[in-house]
């Protein structure tokens, strides 16, 4: 049985949106709350506003990145895109810094409790604001590693997951694998990977060693830096074959664009089968997770607004244009 977050914005600082009789909201954070960068107490305000775990550099040495609240991102100025935003999250990947693999991570549910089975269901949507950072002394480079939704059945670290995004300078679609450019300057696109995991994808079309990883069939539209995207994702593994990830990103104050369409029976070449045992969702999310290698990456900041986990499209916050003030302005470093 899920455990399902329908809360009050005065009582935690998200917004409830609905409950179960009208569409569940699985969970969503506008992050309208302080945590600073230095604060010790970091992991428990962010356990206090509906987060089941946190780990941040604040409080664990082995995290190699920061997570904090912030009202000011350099080189950036006018609004957040969020309902009556104020304040957004930081997410600041140290792995070049510390020339390590970082280790940091705000958790959803647990993985080694039963009951927390299909706590990110099956049928699952995301949606969240996203702005890269390439400015000042925040240049960030997108790495060779990085595991942004790392979703369990288990406890970390796991085999046991059905898909899992990572983002990087590369479009990641096996035909195609149109570069960004090294280093990325802080634009990347997200890509999908069942690797050591529970189900099989496999993408008959595309390179036979990455038949397991996709990303984006529609280069026009990625994560570009200095500018606020919103990425919506669709996760479907309710069935043993036909299971299908689907992303749309729209850029602040203009209109959506699908950029992956991975659906399995119906996506020339591409199969999606999971074992009837492993159906369904997950008891775990991490975010961002693990990101670099020692040695080989450097760091990246990049800011969100308004996160939504979501068992229905309808129940994602709606960002009509006419509601939308002039695109920010932004440094663009070219």
């Known amino acids: 049985m899920r455990n399902i977050f329908v809360v009050s914005f005065i009582a935690v600082g998200m917004f409830g949106l609905g409950d179960a009789a009208q569409g569940e909201v699985v969970f969503r954070d506008n992050f309208e709350y302080a945590v600073g960068r230095n604060d010790t107490n970091a992991p428990s305000i962010f356990i206090s506003r509906g987060w089941n775990g946190a780990k941040t550099q604040q409080t664990a040495s082995g995290a190699k990145g920061y997570l904090y609240t912030t009202t000011n991102i350099p080189g950036f100025t006018g609004p957040f895109p969020g309902a009556n935003s104020s304040r957004v999250l930081a997410i600041e990947a140290l792995p070049g810094t510390f020339n390590q693999q970082t280790d940091f991570y705000l958790e959803l549910g647990d993985g080694g409790r039963a009951s927390y089975d299909d706590f990110i269901p099956g049928d699952v949507w995301f949606q969240f604001w996203v702005y890269s950072q390439d400015y000042g002394d925040q240049r ?8 942004f939704f790392y979703v369990c059945n288990t406890a970390y670290p796991c085999h046991s997951h059905l898909w899992m995004i990572g983002q990087g300078p590369q479009t990641y679609d096996p035909s195609n694998w149109l570069p960004l450019g090294s280093p990325s ?21 595309g390179d036979p060693y990455t038949t397991s990883s996709v990303g984006s069939l529609n280069a026009s539209e990625w994560v570009k830096r200095n500018r606020w995207t919103l990425v919506k994702m669709h996760f479907n593994t309710t069935r043993t074959s036909g299971n299908s990830w689907e992303v749309w990103m729209r850029p602040y ?8 369409e991975w659906i399995g029976g119906r996506t020339p070449g591409f199969t999606w089968d999971i074992p009837s045992a492993s159906v369904g969702g997950h008891r775990v999310l991490r975010m961002p997770s693990t990101v670099g290698r020692e040695g080989l990456d450097t760091d990246y900041w990049m800011y969100m607004d308004d996160f939504v986990i979501a068992t229905s499209e ?9 509601l939308l003030p002039n695109p920010p302005s932004a440094v663009n470093v070219d």
């Open 314 to 322: 309808s129940d994602l916050p709606v960002y009509p244009d006419v």
């Open 253 to 260: 104050g203009g209109a959506w664009t699908k950029v992956s």
């Open 140 to 147: 960030s480079t997108y790495p060779t590693r990085s595991k």
């Open 185 to 205: 300057q802080g634009e990347f696109f997200f890509q999908m990977s069942s690797a050591s995991g529970a189900s099989v994808i496999n993408y008959a079309l």
